[in-house]
């Protein structure tokens, strides 16, 4: 993993041998990171750091997507186990802003689970107060939404509607952040819930998933209180 941080520098010579034997290294990685015993001791050398140059690459060459999506993977493990000291730890690290780059650029997997991993930061009510502390950090997360909602118009993806909505309604929990999406949510969700008038793309994967449907409901109902 230390090794192949030279072939990430431009011009980047990472090859996909290369890539495919960090990323099973980073397998073996994230069974440790999803363990009880093990995962205090994770946080505690500060591995996930060592992830972080990954993260940051912007190249869409295959090698580099899959070093990408597995990191991403060894952090989703992190986060899944809803643990306070994890939260902790990462929001005193660069992960969001790293995730919000993905979010924006990165393949559909890689969107879906940096934007997971954004979710189960606002989860936790020290994640969301972070988020919600300065309008920065509240617009940096917000734009990065919208400007996601508007390509799910074009390139539908229910996986990934899922995460951006239960993002917004989780923000909706804070009353300053209510008060601002009253004003920054993207137009097509604030269409009538019974998906009549939603974008087609947009009603079409909430006709999938019934629980999505509820969670853009709620979002509009705690938007509509004063």
Known sequence: IVCISPQLSPPPTLTAPASNRVCNSLALLQCVASHPETRPLFLKAHIPLLLYPFLNTVSKDRPFEYLRLTSLGVIGAL??????????????????????RIMETGSELSKTVATFIVQKLLLDDMGLTYICATAERFYAVSSVLAKMVGTLQTQPSIRLLKHVIRCYLRLSDNPRAREALRQCLPECLQADPTLQHLPEPIANCLREDSATRRWLQSLLTNLNQR
């Open 79 to 100: 986060v899944k186990v809803d643990d306070t000291e994890v939260i902790n730890f990462l929001l005193q690290t660069e992960i969001i802003p790293l995730c919000l």
